[in-house]
């Protein structure tokens, strides 16, 4: 049993918190948030971002005291949106125990430096490999919170420490399995929120199977080539962890990409359609940073650029298509 922090009490970080709680750890929740913290803290509930659990565990309390809430952590998991990790990171730098490791479940690239967030939080909290893990996986924090069976993985490049961080967080309803490829789970989580955008644009805009597995497997296909460029393991992306997640977010509407993308195919405006948003779609930002980083690593990247154009431009969910695909013979 461990002393557990998590930073970021949104939908994703108070259903993971549960799942420690329920794995026996005394797990104290951070957010920036005020009326969260009171919310957790007084009457165990996340009315605001998971109201789906009607009582969080006795094991599990919050704090909105940066200093409180890490002292003598051995594990600190971080589930900030993406695009803010390494501002809301930078106030917690020097505060963070000397052995405790840092985990984050996030699934973004970063805009403006096309990094990954085993990058961001590196370099943010100056934390050396092997006390950094990335959790990743088919894992719609709804379900979760419900305690339905689902399975994750845990990448650190120091097995031993992905192992504490899987035995910190088994329950009889939650597994994780264990790798060494932080890239791979990085880019997976990362790009199929972009993949998940596209088909659920598709399915917005009135399109069946037939498109959505085309999107998906050609997604796929985009997100391997960038992995592998980007240094990871091509297994990584046939696992839980990639096809696993991509199945997932792009199959239900309990997923905010997809259904930020439906929103845009049922002719949403991007403003329209992050207003409707409940919770970060990490996709949206993610979109232009995959488009640099193909850039960048040499790696074409179709679908990324017709959903950028999507986003800026405002292309119907048609035009992405044909954007997508074009009219040249090309070998698969
Ligand atoms: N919801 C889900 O099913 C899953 C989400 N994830 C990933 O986990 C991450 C967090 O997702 P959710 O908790 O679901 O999102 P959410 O939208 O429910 O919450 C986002 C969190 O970020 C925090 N935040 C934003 N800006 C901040 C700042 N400047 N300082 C401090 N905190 C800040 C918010 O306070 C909130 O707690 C995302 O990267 C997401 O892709 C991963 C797996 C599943
Ligand atoms: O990552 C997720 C499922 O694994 C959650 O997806 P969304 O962020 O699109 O809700």
Not at 65 to 81: G, H
Not at 82 to 98: H, S
Not at 172 to 201: H, P, R
Not at 289 to 316: D, F, H, N, Q, W
Request: glycine share 10%; charged share 20%.
């Amino acid at each position: 049993m461990s002393k557990i922090t998590v930073l970021g009490a949104g939908a994703w970080g108070t259903a993971f918190g549960q799942v420690l709680a329920d794995a026996g750890n005394d797990v104290t929740m951070w957010a920036i948030e005020p009326d969260i913290v009171e919310d957790i803290r007084d009457r165990r509930r996340n009315e605001a971002r998971l109201p789906v659990v009607e009582q969080l565990p006795a094991n599990m309390t919050a704090t909105g005291d940066r200093a409180e809430a890490v002292a003598d952590a051995q594990i600190i998991i971080v589930a900030i949106a993406a695009q803010f990790a390494r501002v809301a990171l930078a106030e917690f730098k020097g505060l963070i125990p000397a052995d405790a490791i840092v985990v984050s479940l996030m699934k973004g690239i970063e805009r403006g430096t096309n990094k990954r967030m085993d990058e961001v939080v590196r370099e943010t909290l100056d934390l050396p490999a092997d006390r950094f893990a990335a959790v990743s996986g088919p894992n719609l924090s709804k379900e979760i919170a419900q305690r339905h069976p689902a399975a994750t993985v845990v990448a650190c490049e120091s097995i031993d420490n992905a192992r504490k961080i899987a035995e910190a967080c088994t329950t009889d309803y939650f597994k994780a399995f264990v790798t060494t490829d932080v890239i791979g789970l990085e880019m997976c989580g990362s790009l199929k929120n972009v993949v998940a955008l596209a088909v659920g644009m598709a399915r917005g805009a009135g399109y069946g199977e037939n498109t959505a597995a085309m999107i998906e497997t050609r997604g796929l296909a985009e997100l391997t080539a960038l992995g592998q460029a980007a240094g990871a393991d091509p297994k990584t992306f046939a696992g839980l962890a990639g096809v696993g997640d991509l199945i997932a977010t792009c199959g239900s509407p309990l997923s905010r990409n997809y259904t930020f993308g439906a929103n845009l195919g049922k002719g949403l405006s991007v403003q329209e359609a992050t207003e409707a948003s409940n919770g970060v779609a990490e996709g949206v930002p993610t979109t232009d940073a995959v488009v640099a980083l193909g850039k960048e690593l040499g790696v074409p990247t179709p679908l990324a650029y017709a959903m950028s154009r999507v986003l800026s431009e405002g292309i119907s969910c048609s035009e992405m298509l044909t954007q997508l695909f074009g009219r040249d013979i090309t070998e698969e």
